[in-house]
């Protein structure tokens, strides 16, 4: 959901648009769990910074952290995308392609 105009609360710069973002996406989607953002910030924060901090905080002995911080929100979806085509039996393009190829007939010598 996007917010009124304001500013960033990572870069600091006034946007017209700020983006909710979630800090634990296993949390609550309110308060002190949301940073409003500019859509380059947002990005940023979900797919580089999640992952980094908390890999940095692992290396630190720190443990139970959100499991939405281990990948970026962009692996997590096609995870998720993956597991779901798998569940409903919808072939991928590389499955599909494969066996496209193996219905070729050999090539012959010329």
């Known amino acids: ?8 609360d990572i870069c600091g710069h006034h946007v017209a648009i700020r983006q909710r973002a979630h800090i634990v996406a296993e949390g609550r989607k309110t308060g002190p769990n949301l940073l409003l953002l500019c859509p ?6 979900d797919t580089r910074l999640k992952p980094a ?22 692996e997590q979806a096609a995870r998720a995308s993956q597991a779901a085509r798998a569940r409903s039996g919808v072939a991928t393009k590389g499955s599909a392609a494969r066996r496209s190829i193996a219905r070729l007939p050999a090539p012959t010598e010329a």
């Not at 959901?1 to 960033?8: I, L, Q, S």
């Not at 908390?54 to 962009?74: D, F, H, K, Q």
């Open 40 to 45: 380059s910030c947002h990005i940023i924060f």
């Open 53 to 74: 901090i908390c890999r940095a905080l692992r290396e630190a002995g720190v443990g139970n952290l959100p499991a939405s911080w281990e990948t970026s929100i962009y």
């Open 1 to 8: 959901m996007k917010t009124p105009a304001g500013f960033c």
